[in-house]
């Protein structure tokens, strides 16, 4: 449904995105992820034609965004970073106002900005003024708006950003309930919106791709090398001897306690070595007062991800 | 077609909905009513005293010609009023769009950026259209009370349409240059004023420069409307100005997407 091969963008001098690539399926949510500065709304806007790549090529519901930017245009619903709204008109004038410049039909105009209305949880304030509305709301209506005309592909531009907790559970659930009928991709920096909604991930640092795959997959990946957390109090020679034995360590931090004076590992293993641990460390007679194992979250690999890309620029 | 109506409707939704217009209409009313009856009240003084005087001295009344002596410099008075008032209108067509961030929904919508400029241009005139129904009500007044002749009247606002015309498409240009209105404001009476009396320059410049700055002026082409003549030549030069400062705008609108 969205191709996007090799794209770059400069301001200047700066680059923004470098050499993105990733695909969307049809029916897919993809979540876009990336900290601050990324270039995910840089990579929005191109999809949406809102403005040209420095080079790199697009095809978004079977187009081209360089041939046909108005075919993309009539097949796309973008909700921005700041939802466009104008403060002085009413929600349900403002629908239709963007229902006629997308080019829906005088006779289904009616029932496409009723049934936005609906979809968005707008009907108790459909005749207010947008000025007068909530943040959550108004990030409402400019979820209507994008999905005016039914398009075949979503773009929403973090859209949950300055919500509080409840409307970002709704409007989470909303999205997540987007796909199937329609294309969606989403961007935002926080980890757990992804793994919430979306069936795919795209990571984004500095301008490019450092991952993309399920978050299951994502998280499966680093699985490889797991964590475990082991707090002791004993002799430190005799616990660096016993955890020497250990070839399935790959490597260690030591962080000393300050209340009690005991000693926690942080230890990287590559297979659960936990039974064999605990074993070793009892019988050297050191005392061992808790051990686990930690799987990575997405988090975690979002920050490996992009501290390893950070690294590799330095 | 539809999406350009549907600008234009949207354009004057905000006109409507923002107290700003109704400022603007009822100080451009007061204005044009305070020189009206200022205009109205000595041409019948001086119609009065000659009336008296031809009395004492039994000569013969002189003529006074309503169209010449009151129509003719309201009309000009009316142009004057429109290039401190217009700025005030055109200011937010495009600025407000960039502030609120709308420009993304405009551009990445189905519709042209023609249509866009178009849709805001005639929502403009169609504001300053309204603008001017109070001076047609105070002109009806002498059609009531006296009997000038309807041509220069007709050719009178025919003029200030054209001249509105030509100040609507500089402002619109100028609120596309900036996000901020009351630089757009600013920014749109400067340049109306400089068309406005770069006539001016042409007295200390070289006959060849001169006959270019004066054709340039807006007023002189304003002239020859408010005393009854249609001239094609001043059709032209007004049209043609309203075009350039559309194209700018398109321009403007264009080179803006391309940067963003
Ligand atoms: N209009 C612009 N002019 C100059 N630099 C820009 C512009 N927009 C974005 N950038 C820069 O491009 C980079 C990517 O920005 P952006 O795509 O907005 O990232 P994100 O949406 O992931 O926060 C940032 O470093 C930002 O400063
Ligand atoms: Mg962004």
């Known amino acids: 449904m969205i191709e996007v091969k090799n794209l770059t963008r400069y301001y200047g001098e700066k680059c923004a995105i470098n050499n993105v690539s990733f695909r969307v399926e049809k029916g897919e949510v993809l979540g876009l992820l990336g900290p601050n500065a990324a270039g995910k709304t840089t990579t929005m806007r191109i999809l949406t034609c809102y403005m040209p790549p420095t080079s790199g090529d697009a095809w978004v519901a079977g187009y081209n965004i360089w041939e046909a930017p108005m075919e993309v245009k009539k097949r796309i619903g973008y909700l921005p970073e700041n939802p466009p709204l104008y403060h002085d008109?009413?929600?349900?004038?403002?629908?239709?106002?963007?229902?006629?410049?997308?080019?829906?039909?005088?006779?289904?105009?009616?029932?496409?900005?009723?049934?936005?209305?609906?979809?968005?949880?707008?009907?108790?304030?459909?005749?207010?003024?947008?000025?007068?509305?909530?943040?959550?709301?108004?990030?409402?209506?400019?979820?209507?708006?994008?999905?005016?005309n039914d398009p075949d592909v979503l773009i929403l531009d973090e859209p949950t950003v300055g919500l509080d907790p409840r409307q970002i559970i709704e409007i989470r659930q909303l999205i997540k309930n987007l796909g199937g009928d329609h294309t969606v991709i989403l961007s935002t920096h926080i980890l757990p919106e992804v793994e919430m909604t979306c069936q795919r991930v795209v990571i984004i640092n500095e301008g490019q791709v450092v991952a993309q795959d399920t978050p299951e997959n994502l998280t499966r990946r680093l699985r490889g090398t797991e964590r475990i957390l082991l707090e002791l109090d004993g002799d430190t020679r005799t616990v660096e001897e016993v955890l020497g034995r250990f070839p399935q360590i790959t490597s260690r931090e030591v962080e000393k306690l300050s209340g009690n004076g005991h000693v926690r590992y942080a230890l990287e293993v590559t297979e659960d070595i936990r039974n064999q641990l605990a074993r070793a460390v009892v019988e050297s007679g050191v005392n061992l007062y808790e051990l686990r194992s930690e799987a990575y979250s997405l988090e975690d690999i979002f920050l490996h991800l992009t501290t390893k890309e950070e690294e590799a620029v330095a | 077609m539809k999406k350009l109506l549907a600008i234009y409707q949207k354009e004057m939704k905000h006109f409507f909905y923002s107290p700003i217009a109704y400022i603007v209409i009822a100080a451009f009313t007061v204005l044009a009513g305070i020189f009206f009856y200022l205009y109205l009240s000595s041409f019948v003084e001086a119609a009065f005293m000659d009336m008296i005087r031809s009395q004492q001295f039994r000569t013969p009344p002189q003529k006074f010609n309503v169209n010449l002596q009151l129509i003719r410099p309201y009309f000009w008075n009316l142009a004057l009023i429109s290039l401190f008032v217009l700025p005030l209108v055109t200011m937010r067509l495009y600025s407000e769009e960039k502030k609120l961030g709308t420009v993304e929904l405009l551009y990445t919508s189905p519709i042209s950026v023609s249509q866009i400029v178009l849709g805001k241009f005639l929502a403009g005139l169609t504001f300053y259209l309204v603008m001017l129904i109070p001076t047609v009500i105070f002109q009806a007044l002498l059609f009531v009370y006296g009997d000038p002749e309807l041509g220069p009247v007709l050719s009178g606002y025919l003029g200030l349409l054209l001249l509105g015309s030509a100040f609507i498409a500089g402002g619109l240009f100028i609120s596309s240059l900036t996000e901020n209105q009351i630089i757009a404001a600013i920014g749109g009476f400067g340049l109306s004023l400089l068309l406005w009396v770069i006539g001016w320059a042409a007295s200390f410049s070289g006959p060849g420069l001169a006959k270019v700055l004066n054709y340039l002026s807006v007023i002189n082409h304003f002239e020859d409307f408010a005393q009854g003549v249609i001239d094609s030549q001043h059709i032209a030069f007004y049209l043609l100005l309203s075009a350039v400062g559309i194209y700018l705008t398109f321009k403007s609108l264009e080179a803006i997407r391309w940067r963003a």
Request: no cysteine; hydrophobic share 40%; charged share 20%.
């Open chain 1, 89 to 148: 008109l009413r929600v349900e004038e403002y629908l239709n106002f963007v229902a006629k410049i997308k080019g829906v039909p005088g006779n289904r105009l009616k029932s496409q900005v009723s049934s936005a209305i609906e979809r968005a949880g707008l009907t108790s304030v459909a005749r207010q003024v947008i000025g007068s509305l909530s943040k959550g709301y108004k990030q409402r209506v400019g979820l209507a708006q994008a999905l005016l």
